[in-house]
């Protein structure tokens, strides 16, 4: 009866290998008595050649050439050779603190690595990939294992970019399930609206339409209406008002900016419009906020 095992990687990990994402070619023969481990990181298998089983906590998986897995962190798994020969994998770990929510190409990232989290054990682990996007994960994982060897300049940032070139391939492929695309498609809600509000707070420069940041969260213009003014308490254009009302206050009294030049930084065309939404947020127009702030 197979046994939970602590596992540590070390063993595997070769010298000159980088640390960051750790991938290598591995061989395995059959074993009678697997033992299953864990990782407190993500583990890719792609199995090269000879086939052979995954072994999980809901029994065994048949494995063939070819097929991906992926075990979320914490999950029980062990992979087994075929009984009449070797079996040849592709082995790479993932840590969690790879990449970085501020980071825009990270976050997407993170929210395939969390449709994968989400949907793999419904799975039994596999990936269902085309025979074209089985190719080019296999592909990109040997140039990860090829990065780490060399050591070339930056080989850390390549292989980093190989593995996100990966998990693209990966939330791209055809055979992959709707309900998993659709997870990626339209993450939590919360989710999109911290999006929007965080391309209103580094945007609010530039003109910004609803139907925009509507089709930024993947919703209709109504739909984004509700969402928005239910989870923050006001519709989309009062919030990027007082976005706007902040850094136009800010620039009235820390530079020497004329007052057409702040209403331009601020994403207003026209002076005269700046005039009437300053006025009714701060009950003063922009001249009288300067004046009020110079010594008498």
Known sequence: MSKKNS???????????????????????????????????????????????????????????????????????????????????????????????????????LRILN??????????????LSSHGSNKVKAAMLDVIAEGMQGQPAYRCAAKLQLQQMLLTIIRDRKLPKLWVEKFMVPDRDQRMTEVCRYMQTHFMHPIAISQLAAMSFLGTSQFHAIFKKELGCTAMQYLTTIRMHHARQMLLQSQHSITQIAQRCGYDCLGHFYDVFKTHFDMTPRQMRLSQQPA
């Not at 990181?41 to 048949?62: A, K, M, N």
């Not at 994968?116 to 039994?124: E, I, K």
Request: aromatic share 12%.
């Open 115 to 128: 449709v994968l989290n989400d949907h793999v054990r419904d799975n039994d682990y596999h990936i269902p």
């Open 7 to 109: 596992f540590s990687p070390n063993s595997h990990i070769p010298e000159n290998q980088t640390r960051d994402i750790v991938c290598w070619q591995h061989i395995m023969g059959y074993r009678d008595d697997c033992k299953m481990h864990t990782h407190p990181f993500g583990e890719f298998f792609y199995c090269l050649s000879g086939g052979g089983t995954q072994l999980i906590t809901s029994g065994i998986v048949e494995m063939q050439v070819g097929d991906l897995y992926y075990f979320p962190p914490g999950d029980l798994h062990m992979g087994n050779g075929h009984p009449n020969g070797k079996t040849q994998a592709i082995v790479l770990y993932l840590p969690a603190t790879l990449f970085s929510k501020t980071n825009s190409g990270d976050e997407d990232t």
